[in-house]
T-cell receptor, first 111, second 114 residues
Framework: KQEVTQIPAALSVPEGENLVLNCSFT??????LQWFRQDPGKGLTSLLL?????REQTSGRLNASLDKSSGRSTLYIAASQPGDSATYLC??????????FGGGTRLMVKP | ETGVTQSPTHLIKTRGQQVTLRCSSQ?????VSWYQQALGQGPQFIFQ???????GRGNFPPRFSGLQFPNYSSELNVNALELDDSALYLC?????????????FGPGTRLLVL
């Protein structure tokens, strides 16, 4: 059974800092690893999807890496902004879009 | 906006009642998944429907059931509501080809069971 853990659970940083969010998973037989953003009381917005054959994906200030052998993924956010404040969720896909989510990292970027 | 809509946005029920939540998928998507997200936690997979058939199920009891219609809209039904069913219910749609496609999530229905 896949288990996904995210560290830290919460993070507060000043504007402009570069930061790294961590995600670990127990079953490396994944189709892909996905990162989502969730604003308070809202649904999920897909940020990055890394296929199992890939090592990383980039979108703007976001870069996500995947190391299947160690069961780890990281989301790197460059030059953080107050608008980045949200909960970030990673999810492992072992069975065709049936995702196992971590508990999330709640990020606060202070002006 | 993802093109996925859910109704209602909020709902209050009492323990033992039944509830139906609805999801309208993004146009052209033939797969819908439902998730339950308790406060402060990540979403948990309930089940998935592909072309009107249940295609996979998470660790949820049979009182959680669903339907997918020919137009690919979907319903989640929960019978005999319990206090722990209070959560945000999310649906997500995708177009199944290889099974690795991005899912598009709706805004969710927040259910409170008293």
């Amino acid at each position: 059974k896949q288990e996904v853990t995210q560290i830290p659970a919460a993070l507060s940083v000043p504007e402009g800092e570069n930061l790294v969010l961590n995600c670990s998973f127990t079953d490396s037989a994944i189709y892909n690893l996905q990162w989502f953003r969730q604003d308070p009381g809202k649904g999920l917005t897909s940020l990055l999807l890394i296929q199992s054959s890939q090592r990383e994906q980039t979108s703007g200030r976001l870069n996500a890496s995947l190391d299947k052998s160690s069961g780890r993924s990281t989301l790197y956010i460059a030059a953080s902004q107050p608008g980045d404040s949200a909960t970030y969720l990673c999810a492992a896909d072992n069975a065709g879009n049936m995702l196992t989510f971590g508990g999330g990292t709640r990020l606060m970027v202070k002006p | 906006e993802t093109g996925v809509t859910q109704s209602p946005t909020h709902l209050i029920k009492t323990r033992g009642q039944q509830v139906t939540l609805r999801c309208s998928s993004q146009s052209g998507h033939n797969t819908v998944s439902w998730y339950q997200q308790a406060l402060g936690q990540g979403p948990q997979f309930i089940f998935q429907y592909y072309r009107e058939e249940e295609n996979g199920r998470g660790n949820f009891p049979p009182r959680f059931s669903g339907l997918q219609f020919p137009n690919y809209s979907s319903e989640l039904n929960v019978n005999a509501l319990e206090l722990d069913d209070s959560a945000l219910y999310l649906c997500a749609s995708s177009f199944r080809t290889s099974g690795e496609e991005t899912q598009y999530f709706g805004p969710g229905t927040r259910l409170l069971v008293l």
